[in-house]
């Protein structure tokens, strides 16, 4: 697909992997909606946390740029997002779901309340979000969906339960949309990523030693492999895209969070 002028909205696009995908496909000539709860500040400056400064970026970056807070939980808000972005850019042409919630817990630590949180930002928010797409890209006869899953996502990890639990279902989500969806010239694809260097993992608290960071994937990597598939003639079918670190970043440990 050409991605000049087309429209994406990427969720979880306030910081980390997701704002590097809107990023990436602002070079490409995209026009973007930035989703997010946009509930964090900055802190510290350096790392945009907030949706608004995100936008500004990729709005730097000469691209078109329209920030939508909203939790992607949230059955109303989701189809509230898309009528606004249809309502700015008149078309939809590519969804990527990044957004996600879930530190690590131990299955003791993982209460009802934070199984929720995880599967319904990880697994339900992608749903939502593909849900109220569809009738769109069916319309437009075009659209794909890029679903970030993870390595967590093909293998367990400890103390990583509702986070597996949900990434495994992304996994089984979008091979279902591809064969509900292909027949109306909908792709969807998943990019799994292995351990990314994003906030995220200094916000739980993982010993970030220059090791780990410099065995760490940049998140530049997963942005540029997300438009590589977007780019993809539509003959072609990618499911996924794995893309592992080439080192260990954790010293024989699938993750920090072994016990
Ligand atoms: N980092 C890694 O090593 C790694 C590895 C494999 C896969 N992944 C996957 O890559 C994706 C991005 O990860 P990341 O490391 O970039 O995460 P991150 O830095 O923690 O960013 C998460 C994003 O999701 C948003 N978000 C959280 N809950 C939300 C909700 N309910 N509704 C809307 N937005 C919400 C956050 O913004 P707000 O808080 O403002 O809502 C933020 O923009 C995730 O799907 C993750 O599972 C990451």
Redesign the pocket.
Known sequence: MELKGKVAIV?????????EIALELARHGMRLAL??????QAQPADIP???AQ?AARVQEAGAQALAIP?????AAQVEAMVQAVLERYGQIDVLV??????PPASIEDTTPEFWDQTL???LK?PFLCARAVAPVFKRQGSGRIVN?????GKVGEDNRTA?CAA?WGLEGLSAALTEELSRYNIHVHLV??????????R?VGANMTPQVVER??P?QV?AQAVAWVLQQPDQVHIPDVPVYNFRNPFEGKKSPFET
């Open positions: 969720t979880g696009a306030s910081r980390g992997m997701g704002l989703v997010a709860r946009g509930l964090r946390h907030s949706l995100a909203a939790n992607v939980a949230d779901n990044s957004a996600f919630w879930g319904n930002t990880t928010g970030i899953g993870s390595l967590a986070y990434k799994s990523p292995a351990a990314t260097d994003t906030p995220w993992w916000e760490m994937i998140p997963i």
